[in-house]
T-cell receptor, first 113, second 110 residues
Framework: ETGVTQTPRHLVMGMTNKKSLKCEQH?????MYWYKQSAKKPLELMFV???????ENNSVPSRFSPECPNSSHLFLHLHTLQPEDSALYLC????????????FGEGSRLTVL | GENVEQHPSTLSVQEGDSAVIKCTYS??????FPWYKQELGKRPQLIID?????GEKKDQRIAVTLNKTAKHFSLHITETQPEDSAVYFC?????????FGAGTILRVKS
């Protein structure tokens, strides 16, 4: 176990639904990330939180809304998504926001109908 | 802009042979280059990394080389085994974040 847990592991939602993805880390890390993984594409960085403050928002559409209530928890709120948003959403954490090892969760597989 | 190119996209080797995956990056200021392995249905995990102050690093059957002048780095796996079959991602640091390559599917045939 890497200490990064994501729920749910699988999610199917309609375009008008509202759902949330949850990530929890028990590693004492100060930085948390959301990545999007689509087939045959690079891992796309979506958001970075360092010490609970958002430090990066990589031109992500507003239908994705992150929340970081404390250094151990990270949420991704989803609203009025499109079918092309179907992907694996990976949460990761690292000790600090400067580059070092990323510890990934197992991902949430999202399907938008 | 920030860009990491990774080749090949798929690689098939016979068990026991070597495998080489290559990446190029665009920003000469990049100073950290990790490699992640993702087995089917699993999370990506760091297998080896290198910083710009060294040219090569080895860990058992895995090695990474870095050519700063040419802005490319490579992953070398020797004596491949079936359990090496996975997707491998390279990454390069840009302004305190990592930019990933598109991944290489490695298949080791026994």
């Amino acid at each position: 176990e890497t200490g990064v847990t994501q729920t749910p592991r699988h999610l199917v939602m309609g375009m008008t639904n509202k759902k949330s993805l949850k990530c929890e880390q028990h590693l004492g890390h100060n930085a948390m990330y959301w990545y999007k993984q689509s087939a045959k594409k690079p891992l796309e960085l979506m958001f970075v939180y360092s010490l609970e403050e958002r430090v990066e928002n990589n031109s992500v559409p507003s239908r994705f809304s992150p929340e970081c209530p404390n250094s151990s928890h990270l949420f991704l709120h989803l609203h009025t998504l499109q079918p092309e948003d179907s992907a694996l959403y990976l949460c990761a954490s690292s000790l600090g926001q400067t580059t070092g090892e990323l510890f990934f969760g197992e991902g949430s597989r999202l399907t938008v109908l | 802009g920030e860009n990491v190119e990774q080749h090949p996209s798929t690689l098939s080797v016979q068990e026991g042979d070597s495998a080489v995956i290559k990446c190029t990056y665009s920003d000469s200021a990049s100073n950290y280059f990790p490699w992640y392995k993702q087995e089917l249905g699993k999370r990506p995990q760091l297998i080896i990394d290198i910083r710009s102050n060294v040219g090569e690093k080895k860990d058992q059957r895995i090695a990474v080389t870095l050519n700063k002048t040419a802005k490319h780095f490579s992953l070398h796996i020797t004596e491949t085994q079936p359990e090496d079959s996975a997707v491998y991602f390279c990454a390069a640091s840009y302004s305190n974040k990592l930019v990933f390559g598109a991944g290489t599917i490695l298949r080791v045939k026994s």
